[in-house]
């Protein structure tokens, strides 16, 4: 049953639950190559440290310091390990 | 397979790198999405990726895209950078009915479309963007747009209002008028009033612009009048509401614009008029007496009648401005709370950010930045973040902004209609 319920899983399209405010990200960030950073390939620990910078200021920024203003450190990381584990 | 043996599932797939599954795993229904804008188009790829049966109905085949269409008419950019298409949707498997919604019945659950089928529904999110009102500013209607365009629905008219400018004589007068709150993209005018300043400024220098405004404040209003003063101090013309800056009527025949002080004759005239939400939205019953339709601050249900999600420019989201931006948020927070309520489950309190850059000159671009949560009913903003760009900021940090605009624009529209 368990390798049945793997293969309809595996089946499936990739879709998670993003946690509040994680799926606003991809309005901006999206494939690499562009003036604004790509978050693939990021670990989960990198980004909810890069949030953590912008939201007290650490990391210079044009807005992502007036964004990440608005998420407590718990969002922030739950938003970091959901865009870490492939996002959208 | 109990909820143990799932959870442990799901952590075998992340461990191992895998996809995660589906989560529409017990969402079952049918949803329609009205309007294949930045909205619904979003909606309704996210409902489809989760493997739910969705149908988008719009009418147009190519959609063209408002955010950028002022470079258009400053001749910065051209119009087919405006051009996208639903191929991709399609291909992607969403169902695209091309034909337009004519009227819905709430009670039934049906949505009937314009080639006289119908389609029924479980939840219906109406996306329709904004109708131009051609009953608010006397002198000014559908007719009267053919001479003074709007050019606030991208398309035909943006093309036009670039036209006027580039024939406009030597020496000649631009109008822009701006209407009160609520309206589409709130800093636009601003942008539009810009780029346009700029056009003049480096193609026909002893041309004017004059910017009639029925408000006196307006969005990142320091950074737009800071730039002005620094970049167009002969063209351009600011009037607000309190310096007798609010149009009354339009007369396209002799084309001039009228306030309660003057009356200007203008070479070129764009005229914003004041909006509503889509015919649709009326139709539907979800539009209140302002025109635009009143939602759930979590899951974008109409206050108004049940099963019917409003997103984007039509709905009334509070804190949150009409953009492209905010309406691509709001058709994924829409579709993922369409979804837990297919499934009976309960919508988590979301959060959105809206991020919406203007260009006061080319490479000369300024941001506002937004987040917001429910509060009281309410989309209001989450105290402490969002805001503008600094005052204060070096050159440097213009430029950035304007690649920053210039690659959201990239992306979004991949992301929607790529």
Redesign the interface.
Known sequence: ??AG??L???A??????????A?????????PG???PSLSGHSAEDIAASLAAFRTGARPA??MN??????SEE?SRAIAVWLA??G? | MTGIGRRTMLAGLAAAGLPRPALAQGARGRVVVVGGGFGGATAARVLHRAGLAVTLVEPAETYWACPFSNEVIAGLRPMAAQAFGYEALRASGVTVARTSAEAVDGAERRVRLADGSTLDYDRLILSPGIALRFDALPGYDAAAAEAMPHAWKAGAQTELLARQLAAMPEGGTVVLSVPGNPYRCPPGPYERASLIAYYLKTRKPRAKLIVLDAKDTFSKQKLFQQAWTTLYPDVLDYVPLAAGGQVTAVDPGAMTVATDFSTVKADVACIIPPQRAAPIAAAAGVADRSGWCPIDPVTFESRLVPRIHVIGDAAIAGAMPKSAFAANAQGKVCADAVIDLLAERAPVAPKLVNTCYSLVAPGYGISVAGVYHPDKGVLADVEGAGGTSPLDAPDAVRRQEAAYAEDWYRTITRAVFG
């Open positions: 049953m368990r319920l793997l309809l899983l595996l499936s399209p990739a879709v998670a639950a993003p946690p509040p405010g799926s606003s990200c991809s309005g901006c960030h999206g494939a562009g003036a604004v044009t807005v007036r964004i990440a203003k608005g998420f969002e584990g492939g959208p």
